[in-house]
């Protein structure tokens, strides 16, 4: 790509990684209360969230896109409103949140109130019953909610707080406004101030912008009639002053906790009951996850199932005086299934469950963490049977310090250890723990007894990511014909939270496409927006910049294409996403569980061939700054060959630990070795980079002609499939259907 192109297996999982880290960072919990769970699990809360705000923004977009509406239309609107002819409205007063309104009274002489009779007409009753309807409200509430954004920001905020919806205009004025404009129909009058109107805006004839504010402070009038806006805004209004009165509430409590500290009143502990929190426990009929609803971490699964069936039938086990494990430990990264798996295992065992995360037993007061694990496994212990799972362990159970600034840290890991040993035979516990840092925890945690048994679970592998798409296929409505097998090889490092988001995101897709199905090409668009942010709209309006981007691109992809070693194309486009101007991307024939030495110099001259092709066409002084990301990855993989790998005949195969303190950028950093070893080395990790420059300019150089095609073609194109590159590259006529 120019900068960002090539899906490698190791980019893949940095960035499923760092977009699970994303994801699970906005969905932790709070700290300071057991987590009541539902099984949908709060994740899928978060996405709910998002994907209703984009439906929101769309429809709004939508309403913009569609305003068409003619004048004539607005003035006679009383009669015929319906909702369709109101969204445009919304869009106006849309827009009104950013153009400066024109006060009415510019416009209008007469400034008398609204009438009795103008309230009680039919008029006035229809507007305001449509005024309440769903669609509409729906619509408000975007619009209102631009307004308070605007208020937080500290724009316009004592007239916008004076009129809440009604923009700028107060309310009196606006009364007046919709007084004029509608004439009590009763009397069978014409909307005289409707005529008036009319000509005002005839009067501005040619002047668009005028007109537009006209229609703008029109609509405006009928929104502020309607009283559920004032609602919404005193709904706001006294949110606000709760939230002050909870704020005021627990300044007090603290003080209250900071001055009995202080004044050596009770051990710290005691003076805390009104903070005192029951954990919740999720009762089993609750707990509705099954193994069946965790794929592809099989070998995990396998290890739980002794677990369960200890759980579903004790006595099997105790009277033959064989002990279980207390406690085991859930170690992998994060999104890959770890919460789903201990809740499975209650789940199929039916047995109670009680969730919290490590992070809730922080010392937030003396002890307090203490007595909170004290309370979990109090409860825990009077269901008898029970599953107990404690999220990020490694937050409560890190090595125990000595540190003078946290002589309680450890108050709250002792009182786990001790839990822990102390249940007794008929307490059929087991604690799950999960971590992605086991070497965070305290050895004294993993102890027999305590959390004795470890059950690694592993990314999922090309099997087990077409289980995960299969299960969360089957919750969407798919099309049949979807070849799930090509999805899971190009998804390679995607873990079971990224290939959930990437079914919702080809969903979300195939759903403002209009589409009945959700098709292969949409869950392709989302792998590529899970990967690489979202697509820009619109191409980039620099002809010069397409032109490089194309032959950049063009460049990997022939280098690629003539490559015997290298990964397979999949597509190739010069549409810009997130901070990429255009990407290559690969998909492997089968899942690659080790890298020869042929692949991985493939994949050197492959990032190589994007900067190679800049140079050619446009000469040494004329190459980009795009090209940064292509070496980056060339210089890691030539580094690792040479130093980790034993790919470097020269060199030989001893391990280097090489210190790079540029954060892998490849200008390394050696330490503990002699000059000339460093020298060496470098000599080395230059050499294959070279090597690998020339035989990209070697290829590009034979296949020029093609590479100009390809470059042509994606000018036309934007994108291109492995079939078409085939086609470009064959010399064969390419005829598809244009991008906008
Ligand atoms: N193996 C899987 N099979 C099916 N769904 C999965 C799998 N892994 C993850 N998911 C989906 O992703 C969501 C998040 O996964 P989960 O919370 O279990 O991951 P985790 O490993 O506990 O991550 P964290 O360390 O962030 O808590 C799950 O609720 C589930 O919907
Ligand atoms: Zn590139």
Redesign the pocket.
């Known amino acids: 790509m120019l900068s960002n192109s090539i899906y490698q297996p190791q980019v893949v999982a940095a960035l499923s990684q760092f977009s699970?880290?994303l994801?699970?960072a906005r969905?932790?919990s709070s700290s300071g209360t057991y987590r009541r769970v539902n099984t949908?699990?709060?994740?899928?809360k978060t996405k709910q969230i998002a994907s209703q705000a984009t439906k929101e923004t769309d429809e709004v977009k939508k309403a913009t896109e569609e305003y068409k509406m003619d004048i004539n239309d607005v003035i006679s609107l009383p009669s015929q409103i319906n909702i369709q002819e109101l969204s445009p409205h919304m869009s106006l007063i849309h827009k009104g949140c950013h153009v400066s309104h024109v006060s009415t009274d510019t416009f209008f002489e007469n400034k008398s109130g609204l009438s009795e009779e103008f309230v009680n007409s039919d008029v006035h009753q229809e507007v305001q019953r449509i005024l309440r309807t769903e669609p509409f409200r729906k619509l408000l509430k975007t619009c209102t909610n631009n307004l308070y954004y605007q208020q937080t920001r500290g724009f316009k905020t004592q007239r916008l707080k004076s009129v809440g919806i009604g923009g700028q205009k107060s309310d009196s004025e606006l009364n007046k406004f919709v007084n004029i404009l509608f004439q009590d129909k009763t009397s069978g009058q014409k909307p005289v101030e409707g005529e008036k109107f009319k000509a005002m805006l005839q009067k501005h004839a040619g002047d668009h912008a005028t007109q537009q504010e006209l229609k703008i402070s029109f609509a405006d009038g009928y929104l502020a009639r309607d009283p559920s806006h004032k609602k919404h805004y005193f709904d706001n209004v006294i949110q606000g002053l709760l939230k002050s009165a909870v704020y005021l509430f627990c300044l007090y409590v603290i003080l209250k906790l900071v001055a009995s500290n202080l004044m050596g009143r009770g051990s710290g502990v005691g003076g805390l009951s009104i903070l005192k929190q029951e954990p919740f426990e999720i009762a089993p009929e609750d707990v509705h996850v099954t193994f069946d609803?965790?794929?592809?971490?099989d070998t995990a699964k396998d290890e739980l199932m002794e677990v369960v069936d200890f759980l579903k039938d004790p006595d099997k086990y105790t009277v033959l005086g064989a002990k279980l494990p207390k406690g085991v430990l859930?170690v992998?990264?994060?999104?890959?299934?770890?919460?789903?798996?201990?809740?499975a295992v209650a789940g199929e065992a039916g047995v109670p469950f009680f969730q919290c995360s490590g992070s809730e037993f922080d010392e937030m007061f003396v002890g307090l963490g203490a007595k909170r694990i004290r309370d979990l496994f109090r409860q825990a212990k009077e269901k008898g049977t029970c599953v107990i799972f404690i999220?990020?362990i490694d937050s409560v159970g890190a090595k125990r310090t000595s540190s003078e600034l946290h002589p309680y840290a450890n108050q709250t890991i002792n009182q786990l250890l001790a839990e822990m040993d102390g249940f007794s035979q008929n307490e059929n516990i087991i604690v799950l723990g999960?971590?992605?840092r086991i070497d965070h925890l305290d050895k004294a945690l993993r102890r027999k007894g305590r959390f004795d048994v470890e059950v690694r679970?592993f990314p999922?592998d090309l099997k087990?990511r077409k289980?995960?798409l299969d299960?969360?296929l089957g919750k969407v409505k798919a099309d049949k014909n979807i070849k799930v097998e090509d999805i899971a090889k190009g998804t390679t490092g995607f873990?079971?939270?990224?290939?959930?988001?990437l079914v919702n995101q080809a969903a979300l897709k195939a759903a403002m496409e209009g589409e009945d199905l959700v098709r292969e090409k949409h869950l392709y668009w989302a792998r590529d927006k899970v990967l690489m942010g979202p697509e820009n709209k619109n191409k980039i309006p620099d002809e010069n910049t397409n032109w490089n981007t194309a032959y950049h691109e063009a460049g990997h992809t022939i280098v690629a294409y003539f490559t015997k070693e290298a990964t397979p194309l999949h597509q190739v486009t010069i549409r810009a996403r997130g901070v990429s101007l255009g990407h290559t991307s690969f998909i492997p024939d089968s899942e690659e569980y080790n890298q020869t030495k042929a692949k991985l110099t493939a994949e050197m001259d492959v990032a190589m061939g994007g900067r190679v092709a800049e140079e050619i066409i446009f000469g040494s002084d004329h190459v980009t700054t795009g090209a940064s990301s292509d070496f980056q990855s060339a210089s890691r993989i030539a580094t690792a060959m040479v130093t980790k790998l034993g790919m470097s005949d020269k060199i030989g195969v001893r391990v280097f630990d090489i210190q790079q303190q540029d954060g892998g950028l490849g200008f390394i950093m050696v330490n503990q070795y002699s000059e000339a070893v460093t020298k060496e080395i470098d000599s080395e990790i230059k050499r294959l980079l070279q090597e690998s420059y020339d035989r990209a300019k070697k290829i590009l150089t034979n296949h020029a002609e093609q590479h100009k095609e390809l470059a042509k073609m994606l000018m036309k194109y934007e994108t291109l499939n492995k079939e078409e590159i085939k086609l470009v590259i064959d010399g064969k006529k390419l005829d598809k259907k244009v991008f906008s």
């Open positions: 699970s880290l994801s699970s969905s932790g949908q699990g709060t994740n899928r609803d965790v794929k592809g971490i859930l992998g990264p994060p999104g890959i299934g770890k919460t789903l798996l201990a809740r999220d990020e999960a971590t992605n679970v999922p087990g289980d995960i299960l969360y873990n079971g939270a990224d290939i959930q988001d």
